[in-house]
């Protein structure tokens, strides 16, 4: 099967980890998937064995779009799958799934990129079936509701858009708003700030996506406001 030829929906993604679909001409793939050739091959879905990220965000997820997958299994860096099999790290899955026939898992896009693996389109909450690229995940970026959230804590799961990628997460930095050494976490900020300024390019080289810049001069702005010591700014 050639890249993004596939089509899913993350109703289909959880029934497959749930053990609910396990054949890929199940009707609900063959209807979705006019024009293509799907096997009567059992499926093989693999999960991550050990804890990880990559296993909250999946789940976080499958959680979002299955009322039966969040009760069931819920979100979590490490869950008790009701199908499949596990690997350890993205190499452990992508290898697994590559010598597994039927074999369909999940990896971080970075890994899925350089190693050049067979992905998938993902129908997103708009109805439209998209593929994972760097556009569709900064329209995922772009949709998030970065005022809105604690602390910029925000969640970029299964967002509205015509254009989104509905499996995105942020990396979060941590800080205290009232560090014990003023200097070096003035220092670190000063730090985080070349690297909205510079380290864009670096991102996309390495395949993820830098913050929106609306959203970098919104964090700059909490820095000065919220990260204090002795009642003064230390990030200037």
Known sequence: MKTDELKLSGEILADIYAGKIVKWNDPKL?????????????IAPVYRAEASGTSYVFTSYLSAVSPSWKTDVGANTSVKWPAGAGAKGN???AATVGHTR???????????????????????????????????YKAAAAAGDWTGASNFAVSLIDLSGANVWPIVSPTFILLPKDPKDA????NVMKFFDWTYKSGGTIASQLDYIPLPANVQDTVRAAWKKD??????????
């Open 91 to 93: 190499d452990g899955v």
């Open 183 to 186: 200097a070096r976490s003035a």
């Open 30 to 42: 063959v209807e979705m998937n006019h024009g293509v050739s799907l096997p009567n091959l059992a």
């Open 102 to 136: 039927g074999g369909i898992g999940y990896v971080e896009n970075a890994y899925a990129t350089q190693n050049h693996l067979t992905t998938a389109q993902l129908r997103n909450k708009a109805g439209n079936f998209v593929k994972p690229t760097i556009d569709s």
């Open 227 to 236: 990260v204090m010591a002795g009642g003064q700014a230390v990030y200037k």
